[in-house]
């Protein structure tokens, strides 16, 4: 049973270009979250998604950001025109339906550079 | 609104020494806690969580936590530190629904030959 995939692993975007981050979560899980880590600090919670449905987005910046998770196919983060502050690793969970006693397992994460 | 402080940031410790990195946090419900380790360029790993029950949770790696309600704490232990151990550390809590974690700012942990 593969983990969380997440891929690429590493993308360097030049400033104004899009970054597309995906996510496939463990077999059987419908759950999926995004984490921003910036250097040097924890991690940020991005955005709560179940397939074809945002359950709770607080933590995606207003601008450029946005996230899906079709019903077929991986979650997907996309960020609209990058800028230098983007560069982060990203990271995506997912758990099963019914979480109420699960934890959740993490990708190894995307490090997005931008230059 | 819930937070996690991790008061160390960073933590330095011989091969064979016991460790302990504190947690504290902030939540106005009964909170679901864990533990993460993250290597260098790598993902996060589940050390161990507590939901309910017994206040000493015992993980993976040999690692173990106690939960203190009266102290809001979460405090990570190992009796005897590996040079594999070296890594940085998480804390995080969770809602009772759903696995939206909060986490705290790391402690990152060197181990001394």
């Known amino acids: 049973n593969a983990g969380v995939m997440q891929n690429p692993r590493h993308l360097v975007r030049r400033r104004g270009q899009e970054a597309r981050l995906r996510c496939s979560p463990m077999?059987?899980?419908?759950?999926v979250y995004w984490y921003r880590q910036l250097p040097e600090e924890g991690l940020k919670f991005m955005v709560y998604?179940?397939?074809?449905?945002?359950?709770?987005e607080s933590g995606m910046p207003k601008e450029r950001f946005s996230a899906e998770f079709p019903k077929e196919g991986p979650s997907i983060l996309r960020i609209q025109q990058v800028v230098r502050g983007d560069s982060a690793a990203y990271f995506c969970?997912?758990?099963?339906?019914?979480?109420?006693?699960?934890?959740?397992?993490f990708g190894q994460g995307t490090r997005l550079t931008v230059v | 609104a819930q937070s996690v402080t991790q008061p160390d940031i960073h933590i330095t410790v011989s091969e064979g020494a016991s460790l302990e990195l504190r947690c504290n946090y902030s939540?106005?419900?009964?909170?679901?806690l864990f533990w993460y380790v993250q290597s260098p360029g790598q993902g996060l790993q589940l050390l161990l969580k507590?939901?309910?029950?017994?206040?000493l949770v015992q993980g993976i790696k040999g690692f173990e936590a106690e939960f203190k309600r009266s102290q809001s704490s979460f405090n990570l232990r190992k009796p005897s530190v590996h040079w594999s151990d070296a890594a940085e550390y998480f804390c995080?809590?969770?809602?009772?629904?759903?696995?939206?974690?909060?986490f705290g700012g790391g402690t990152r942990v060197l181990v001394k030959p």
């Open positions: 969970a997912s758990s099963p339906p019914g979480s109420q006693n699960t934890e959740a397992f």
């Open positions: 077999k059987g899980h419908s759950h």
């Open positions: 998604l179940q397939k074809e449905n945002i359950i709770d």
């Open positions: 939540y106005g419900a009964t909170p679901y």
């Open positions: 507590y939901f309910s029950g017994d206040t």
């Open positions: 995080a809590v969770g809602k009772a629904a759903g696995n939206k974690l909060t």
